[in-house]
Structures are given as C-alpha cells and as structure tokens.
C-alpha cells in the first residue's frame, strides 16, 4: 500500500451471488493506523454483509481472492440498503495489513460466510 493511501476496485466473482456487485475501497494511512472505508453497490438490497482483509492463503500464489487466507482485519457488519447499496469503515494498526497480511478484501454473506459475491486484491503475488 503506497503512503498515504491507496483505492481498489472490487469485482464481482465468476457465478456470484450478487452478479452486479461491485465498488470500491479507499485505505488511508497515518501514524501507523490504516483507515479503509468499502463503498458498494449492486448487492442484495436489505441483505447483511461481512468484510475483511486477509492474508494471502495455501491455495494460490497467483490469485489472492482464490487463496483462502486468514482473516487478518474484520470490518464492522452492515447490511444493503433498499437500493442494494452499502459502506462501512474499519480503522486499525496498520501490520494488521502490512506485507502478505492484506493481500485481499473480500464482501461474504453475514448469513453464510462461505459466499464470497466481490474481492478485490491488495497484493497480487506472495512475498
């Protein structure tokens, strides 16, 4: 992540829940602390959501969305507006995401953690 801050856009995954899912996260640093607000659109209006940073996983070295990394920093819940629109925002210490520990953000069902509809990643490749 360059000083200062840095934006990502989130894609929606092949076969997604939510197949219009998509937006953006802007992160912003200062005094070791990382503060990235998720704006989204295209979700299931009414629904609740879940979002975090993880660290790269076993499952893939090129693909971070694919490699099913731990949990590494965890946005408060929210839940899409009747528009299927949403943000939320998480501050925290900034080794929380530093190096392998954000290679990606992802969004998952609060119902069902195990549905990923968007991902954008941080860090493309390990190390």
């Given at each position: 992540m360059g000083a200062g801050g840095s934006?990502?856009?989130?894609?929606?995954?092949?076969n997604a829940a939510d197949?219009?899912?998509?937006?953006?996260?802007?992160a912003t640093t200062k005094d070791g602390m990382?503060?990235?607000?998720?704006?989204?659109?295209?979700?299931?209006?009414?629904?609740?959501?879940i979002?975090?940073?993880?660290?790269?996983?076993?499952?893939?070295?090129?693909?971070?969305?694919?490699s099913n990394g731990p949990v590494t920093l965890g946005f408060p819940g929210?839940?899409?507006?009747?528009?299927?629109?949403?943000s939320t925002t998480?501050?925290?210490?900034m080794a929380k995401i530093a190096g392998d520990q954000g290679a990606y953000l992802?969004?998952?069902?609060?119902?069902?953690?195990?549905?990923v509809p968007i991902c954008a990643p941080v860090k493309m490749t390990k190390g």
């Open positions: 934006t990502y856009t989130f894609k929606h995954k092949a197949p219009t899912a998509m937006g953006k996260a802007v990382v503060s990235t607000t998720l704006t989204l659109t295209g979700l299931t209006p009414n629904k609740a959501y979002a975090h940073y993880h660290a790269f996983g076993p499952d893939s070295a090129t693909d971070p969305c694919a929210f839940t899409a507006d009747a528009s299927g629109n949403a998480v501050t925290g210490d992802n969004v998952h069902y609060a119902s069902d953690p195990s549905v």
